[in-house]
Nanobody, 125 residues
Framework: QVQLAESGGGLVDPGGSLRLSCVAS????????MTWHRQASGKERELVAC????????DYGESMKGRFTISRDNAKNTLYLQMNSLKPEDTAVYYC??????????????????WGKGTLVTVSS
């Protein structure tokens, strides 16, 4: 059974940091592109970051560049998202996702196959 289990969300002050984790099971983790997406209340889901199966290439949404870092540990089947300099507009449910490696980060809109249930990040003072 495929499972993507996110953790690490919570309430943080503006300017603060959080580290999200996503533990994967039930599929061959190192054969998948992994992503973080987010969805704020009343808005569409948007890409936060993407990392190729081997970890050698990453892509970020424009507003996340320079503040967020995606990484993965294939030995632990775990995906991470380090979020720094958080802003109130980063408040959203953050989802871990997986697409077969052949799609790359440029093709994930067509290839997303698995999703986690999400973890809520709230940035507020």
């Amino acid at each position: 059974q495929v499972q993507l289990a996110e953790s690490g969300g919570g309430l943080v002050d503006p300017g603060g940091s959080l580290r999200l984790s996503c533990v994967a099971s039930g599929f061959t983790f190192n054969q998948y592109v992994m992503t973080w997406h987010r969805q704020a209340s009343g808005k569409e889901r948007e890409l936060v970051a993407c990392i190729l199966s081997g970890g050698g290439h990453t892509d970020y949404g424009e507003s996340m560049k320079g503040r967020f870092t995606i990484s993965r540990d294939n030995a632990k089947n775990t995906l991470y998202l380090q979020m720094n300099s958080l802003k109130p507009e980063d408040t959203a449910v953050y989802y871990c996702g997986a697409a077969p490696a052949l799609y790359g980060c440029s093709g994930i809109v067509y290839g997303m196959k698995y999703w986690g249930k999400g973890t809520l990040v709230t940035v507020s003072s």
